[in-house]
């Protein structure tokens, strides 16, 4: 399967898909819209990424539904304590959150 | 050539597992899992040194780990020593204070709690299963070098002083705890952005005890390390 990255560019016709590589565009579609929804399906299809261009022919955006080198990083988590508290749980959250609130 | 398949000659059936030990195997499965979210901290339990151990437990859930220590054993009716073992065996990650080694003025006698704990969890480290061969300490004390002096035996490990500096030990636990994150999939605050939220923690600490009618000095360890916990959820970075 390729693995090719897909492109939103513009044409005087409309918007089209075209392959990373390739020089002819794979389909033309009216509206930016339509061709970004296809590009998506490609992408997913295919866990690659899809990159949409600009009227100036700029990478404005750009969505990797594949193997992201830089995937979105997470917050780390935070644990409760393994011995649980005496005092019920949704108290201290309901005392945590006016205090909070206040601040 | 085609396989047997099982029930047939020549393939051993698995052993059902009595049901008796199957939640003992959901135990040690879950054990295993949070194995490496686990901080065992070894340190004084005084009045006086419980500025530097709430910023540790503080720095320790602001990291995304789970501070455990032997004041659990408080709650649990259990005896202490087998508790403090239970605990070094579930914590892949291990904060050891020696700085309570000095004579007590009173009894004329140093502790002995602290290196004892670490020895135990040294021991763990080298004579346990596989996985406990991974643990990683981090070793703190007032001076760098005094250890030398009273615990030669353990001469070579990098040894951190905090000078008794709560803003000092969040910024040593938090840049030891960030080598065993990945920082390509994580974020996580840096020392002197733990230090401050720590500062905000302490100024709503007794305004939260109020509401819950807890008494902010005798707070027991579970009721501060899940005030901690809530507050951090609370506060998102």
């Known amino acids: 399967m390729s693995r090719r990255n897909i492109h939103v560019v513009p044409r005087d016709t409309g918007w089209a898909l075209r392959r990373e590589g390739n020089v002819r565009p794979t389909s033309v579609y009216p509206t930016q819209k339509d061709a970004v929804e296809a590009a998506r399906r490609i992408a997913i299809n295919e866990q690659s990424e899809m990159v949409i261009h600009g009227r100036d022919g700029r990478i404005r955006e750009r969505d990797s539904y594949g193997r992201d080198p830089y995937p979105p990083r997470e917050t780390r988590r935070v644990l409760l304590p393994k011995t649980a508290s005496k005092t019920d749980r949704k108290k201290i959250e309901k005392a945590v959150d006016e205090v909070t609130q206040k601040r | ?237």
């Open chain 2, 1 to 237: 050539m085609r396989l047997p398949k099982r029930g047939e000659v020549g393939v051993r059936e698995k052993p059902e597992l009595h049901p008796l030990r199957v939640p003992e195997r959901a135990r040690q499965q879950r054990v295993r899992r949070e194995y490496g979210q686990n901080v065992f901290i070894n340190c004084p339990f005084d009045i006086a040194y419980s500025p530097i151990f709430k910023a540790i437990v503080f720095a320790v859930h602001d990291m995304g780990f789970r501070p455990r220590c032997a004041l659990e054993a408080r709650n649990a009716g259990q005896f202490r020593l087998d508790k403090i073992l239970e605990i070094i065996a579930q914590c892949r990650y291990s904060i050891h204070d020696l700085s309570r080694t000095q004579v007590d003025r009173k009894t004329r006698l140093p502790r002995f709690n602290m290196p004892f704990e670490l020895g135990l969890d040294l021991g763990c480290k080298k004579f346990g299963s596989a996985f406990q061969r991974e643990k990683v300490s981090l070793i703190l004390d007032v001076d760098r070098y005094r250890y030398q002096k009273f615990i030669s035996d353990i001469a070579g490990q990098d040894i951190d002083a905090h000078n008794g500096d709560p803003r000092k030990v969040i910024i040593i636990v938090r840049n030891w705890l960030r080598l065993e994150l990945d920082p390509l999939k994580v974020i996580t605050p840096g020392g002197k952005q733990i230090a401050k939220r720590y500062d905000q923690f302490r100024r709503a600490l007794p305004v939260i005890c109020s509401k819950l009618n807890w008494d902010t000095n005798t707070l027991p360890f579970a009721d501060f390390s899940t005030a901690v916990a809530i507050w951090i959820k609370a506060n998102p970075l």
